[in-house]
């Protein structure tokens, strides 16, 4: 078993975390593998920033992303410089309001952005939504993990906030795999 | 009990110098080791430690070498240019026999270069970038885990040998994060004190003097000029400067297979990889997806001081491959202990050679 997970949106909206938090749910909580990196330059910062998970039940060897299975892109100019060139089979999450463009890959639209706005108030959690989604849709780390490495991260006395955000993630990917 | 922990290349070098026991860090921030003294900054005031920013690397190395001269086990990390500024004030520790850390974690140069990729370009300069015959260790690790593990040695091989230690990392390795354990202790071995009676700069069969710790009662003059067994400068004596620094040399030199850390795959192979740092992880995996294709490995975990007999161990050697992400800085160190070809892999700007490209050397083979 080996996952590639490729992050990508703008500086800010945690991109890198949400790479650090899945990362952290399959090494620490799924007692897996993982390797996470990112594209450390300038351009992270408000421009299109990328940030990689790999998940394996091996060690793992060559750290680099090279064909990633799973994307999850959160900005058009992310989908633009990240997300063009997907493997076939893989699977690609997008912010249905914030990308415009659809890949050649099998995707969802997750309105995680939105979500976080209207349903919780809080568009900084976005990002946690996004990564509920992700688990619910691919299954790359369990619901446990990835709620242990949720809170694990956040500061403190927004536990509720983010664990919230988690589970309309979950809900929202639910619905996705109903309905494909 | 160990535990186990997802945590980032800097953060684990920063862990790892606490458990060996570093309670100074003297350092001026800069991309990509700055999480190094952050980590550093958050932690040691908690511990009975010291945490001081200076107002430069030049300061910075100079702390570090004082501070050392109190007992402390004392550190500093940079990059590129801040490693530069530090040529000078290493050489002060390397004649001074000054135990210190030095974490470079390695950037694109020269000068300012790419400040947020990763580069292997400074492994000639931690050998010979500061003037004068002398000679050092410098560790280089390829994983989160040997981060911690290599950074905690650092110390034990600083003290023992009473020199500068570097830590020639690199911002792949800095900036990944990966699963680590963290031990339950690492092994401390301190440096030797100077018994009393004794020259502190006369070397013990080691070719190591014993360590007149200030504010322990000695009398000790320390200085950069040459100096005689008692640390009296004495700059004009030929034969004086030339057995201070030949065994300066020599008490790191005669160590080198003692010193010497790595791992060694297939050794009757006929073609053999010989990497240090983040190009260790693109062979292994080349050779996971591929085995049995007659491929040794020899993965070097300490580069300097070069253990070149492990190149002999090879006895069925016809071709050493090298790949590194400069021009081929270790690989002209390999071809200088062998008459077998040695193929250089050079790689720049910043990213990781990828498994396909030495695969397809592999295949190129006769």
């Not at chain 1, 790479?19 to 749910?25: E, K, Q």
């Not at chain 1, 990633?68 to 076939?88: D, L, N, W």
């Not at chain 2, 015959?133 to 994983?143: E, N, R």
């Not at chain 2, 071709?319 to 400069?326: A, H, K, L, S, Y």
Request: charged residues 20%.
């Amino acid at each position: 078993m080996r996952h590639e997970i490729r992050f990508s949106g703008f500086g800010g909206q945690g991109i890198i975390l949400s790479a650090v938090i899945l990362g952290r749910a399959a090494a620490l909580y799924d007692r897996n593998y993982a390797v996470q990196t990112q594209v450390y330059g300038p351009e992270a910062r408000g421009g299109a920033s990328m940030s990689a998970v790999i998940i394996s039940d091996e060690p793992i060897l060559y750290p680099e992303v090279t064909d990633p299975g799973i994307y999850v892109i959160m900005s058009q100019q992310g989908f633009e410089k990240y997300g063009t060139r997907p493997a076939p089979a893989a699977v690609m999450l997008i912010d249905a309001d914030l990308v415009h463009s659809r890949p050649s890959c099998t995707f969802h639209e997750i309105r995680s952005t939105t979500e976080a706005k209207t349903a919780l108030g809080r568009v900084i959690v976005a990002n946690i939504v996004m990564l509920g989604a992700l688990v619910a849709v691919t299954g790359v780390v369990s619901t446990t993990a990835i709620e242990k490495a949720v809170l694990d991260s956040v500061p403190k006395g927004t536990e509720e906030l983010n664990m919230k955000a988690l589970r309309r993630g979950f809900e929202l990917g639910d619905k996705e795999v109903d309905t494909r | 009990m160990s535990k186990i922990e997802f945590m980032q290349g800097n953060t684990a070098c920063a862990e790892g110098a606490l458990a060996a026991g570093c309670r100074f860090f003297g350092g001026y921030p800069i991309t990509p080791s700055t999480e190094i003294a952050e980590h550093m900054a958050r932690r040691l005031p908690k511990t009975d430690g010291v945490f001081v920013q200076m107002e430069d690397e030049i300061a910075s190395i100079a702390a570090v070498i004082g501070a050392s001269w109190t007992g402390a086990r004392a550190m500093t990390a940079t990059s590129g240019p801040g490693f530069s500024l530090m040529m000078e004030n290493i050489g002060y520790a390397v004649i001074t026999e000054t135990p210190c850390v030095i974490v470079n974690i390695q950037r694109g140069g020269p000068s300012t270069g790419q400040p947020t990729m990763g580069a292997q370009g400074d492994m000639l300069q931690c050998r010979f970038g500061s003037h004068g015959d002398y000679s050092t260790i410098a560790l280089s690790p390829s994983s989160v885990q040997e981060m911690y593990d290599l950074t905690a040695k650092a110390f034990n091989l600083a003290d023992r040998f009473r020199v500068p230690v570097f830590v020639m990392s690199d911002e792949v390795t800095g900036h990944m994060r990966e699963r680590i354990t963290i031990p339950d202790r690492v092994e401390i071995v301190s440096r030797r004190p100077l018994e009393k009676g004794t020259l502190p700069f006369r070397g013990g069969d080691d070719g190591v003097p014993g360590f007149p710790e200030f504010g322990m009662g000695y009398g000790v003059h320390v200085t950069g000029l040459t100096h005689d067994e008692r640390g009296y400068p004495e700059a004009t004596d030929p034969h004086i400067h030339a057995a201070l620094v030949q065994r300066l040399v020599s008490k790191v030199e005669s160590a080198r297979h003692d010193i010497a850390d790595y791992e060694m795959v297939n050794p009757d192979a006929e073609t053999v990889f010989v990497t240090y740092g983040p190009p260790t992880r693109t062979v292994k995996q080349v050779m996971h997806d591929h085995p049995g294709e007659g491929v040794g490995h020899l993965h070097l975990r300490i580069v300097w001081p070069f253990p070149e007999r492990l190149l002999r161990l090879f006895t069925n050697a016809k071709t050493f491959i090298v790949p590194e992400m400069n021009m081929g800085q270790i690989a002209r160190e390999v071809e200088r202990h062998t008459d077998l070809p040695v193929i250089s892999v050079p790689k720049l700007g910043g990213e990781l050679h990828t498994p396909g490209e030495l695969q397809k050397l592999l295949e190129a083979r006769p």
